[in-house]
């Protein structure tokens, strides 16, 4: 089945610098690989996602980029504030029968903003 | 739309009691999933739902059950709690993935423990 490594599991930067997280997924056949952000105590929140038939996927200060051939797909986040402080959640969808949809989900980045 | 809605938030059961978290979405989502969390850990899956009547086991699911009679509702039934079902229990719904839409909502979790 599917595995997700995610790396670094904590990251420190001065607000106003990029962070960059990344992770490897071992299933060739994975067609969907989403990012959530969780606050403390929150729920997880999709910020965004990408498909495998898209290179990289750019919202504003957020920007996912992806290597297939690799198999890793990395998290962007510029310009970096206080309220990006959080846990980043990698995932990736297998795609074969039933399990289309599910999600294999990294262990998690917590990223610390300082001001 | 109230989304994805959990109870109870919290609960404390002793070994070998039961108790079922309900998990309902007004989205009307055809996928339905329930993740555990536990600490410093990711989302694994425990149990997903295609739709009404239909279930299929995820990635940890011994010592759960589900039903899914409804499009609406997906409860999680623990029977005999141990205390390795402490964590913090997801529900989460999805329209059908595939069509584009493959983002995962999650409900605000039930923080379980089992003394």
């Known amino acids: 089945g599917e595995n997700v490594e995610q790396h670094p599991s904590t990251l420190s930067v001065q607000e106003g610098d990029s962070a960059v997280i990344k992770c490897t997924y071992s299933d060739s056949a994975s067609n969907y690989f989403p990012w959530y952000k969780q606050e403390l105590g929150k729920r997880p929140q999709l910020i965004i996602d990408?498909?495998?038939?898209?290179g990289e996927k750019k919202d504003q200060r957020i920007a996912v980029t992806l290597n297939k051939t690799a198999k890793h797909f990395s998290l962007h986040i510029t310009e970096t504030q206080p309220e990006d402080s959080a846990v980043y959640f990698c995932a990736a969808s297998p795609n074969y029968g039933g399990s289309q949809g599910n999600l294999i989900f990294g262990k998690g980045t917590k990223l610390s903003v300082k001001p | 739309n109230a989304g994805v809605t959990q109870t109870p938030k919290f609960r404390i059961l002793k070994i070998g009691q039961s108790m079922t978290l309900q998990c309902a979405q007004d989205?009307?989502?055809?996928?339905m999933y329930w993740y555990r969390q536990d600490p410093g850990m990711g989302l694994k899956l425990i149990y997903y739902s295609v739709g009404a009547g239909i279930t299929d086991k995820g990635e940890v699911p011994n010592g759960y059950n589900v039903s899914r009679s409804t499009t609406e509702d997906f409860p999680l039934r623990l029977e005999l709690a141990a205390p390795s079902q402490t964590s913090v229990y997801f529900c989460?719904?999805?329209?059908?993935?595939?069509?584009?839409?493959?983002?995962?909502?999650f409900g605000p979790g039930t923080r379980l423990t089992v003394l």
């Open positions: 989460a719904s999805s329209i059908i993935p595939g069509t584009g839409k493959n983002e995962q909502f």
């Open positions: 990408i498909r495998s038939n898209v």
């Open positions: 989205m009307n989502h055809n996928y």
